[in-house]
């Protein structure tokens, strides 16, 4: 039997944030990434909602033996959905953001640190045309940024090297614009 999988549409997507196999690109149809403010932290969390008009770019990887508990536990704030057949693939799932979590009152700002995460991965596994796609699927960019990159919050932070760095800038200038 071939172990499970999960699509992985955020930090999962930069593979120096874990270890788990045979990580490759994929797509997803039926999901749009968004920025959603929670009860268990004062920043965002990127999560996925339903839309049947998007399909948006990740990675899937291998869960072995089943074995979710490691996951779940990395993913706590969210919930497991069957997209197996949305990904074409035997068992995939993703996680969303638990709606008993949300919350629409508040600042939640997004942290650059974890942006920046995010951005490292797509533009590692997608190239810049990937990192585009993801700014483009992704909503909630009204969201203000929380410049942690002096003193990252997030816990699974990595370094950008100046290039990189400059391309997450120069997308989410444009984005927020947008987003006004």
Do not use: C
């Not at 997803?28 to 008009?53: C, M």
């Not at 899937?60 to 490691?70: D, I, K, L």
């Not at 008993?100 to 640190?113: A, D, F, M, Y």
Request: proline fraction near 6%; hydrophobic fraction near 40%; charged fraction near 20%.
């Amino acid at each position: 039997m071939t172990d499970p999988g999960f699509f992985g549409y955020g930090s999962l997507v930069n593979l120096r944030t874990h270890d788990y196999a045979n990580p490759l690109p994929a797509s997803l149809g039926g999901w749009r990434r968004v920025w959603q403010g929670t009860t268990l932290r004062d920043a965002a969390f990127l999560s996925v909602i339903p839309d049947a008009t998007t399909v948006i770019q990740g990675v899937v990887a291998q869960v072995p033996q089943a074995n979710w508990a490691a996951l779940d536990q990395r993913e706590a704030a969210y919930q497991r959905h069957d997209v197996s057949h949305a990904v074409g693939q035997k068992q995939t799932a993703v996680y969303q953001v638990r709606p008993t979590h949300l919350v629409s009152k508040g600042q939640h700002p997004i942290l650059l640190s974890y942006l920046d995460v995010v951005v490292q991965g797509y533009l590692r596994v997608f190239g810049e045309a990937g990192v585009s796609h993801f700014f483009e699927t992704t909503d909630g960019w009204g969201t203000p940024i929380l410049n942690d990159r002096a003193d990252p919050i997030y816990p699974r932070h990595q370094r950008l090297t100046p290039d990189e760095r400059a391309l997450v800038d120069d997308h989410l200038t444009a984005v927020m614009q947008k987003a006004k």
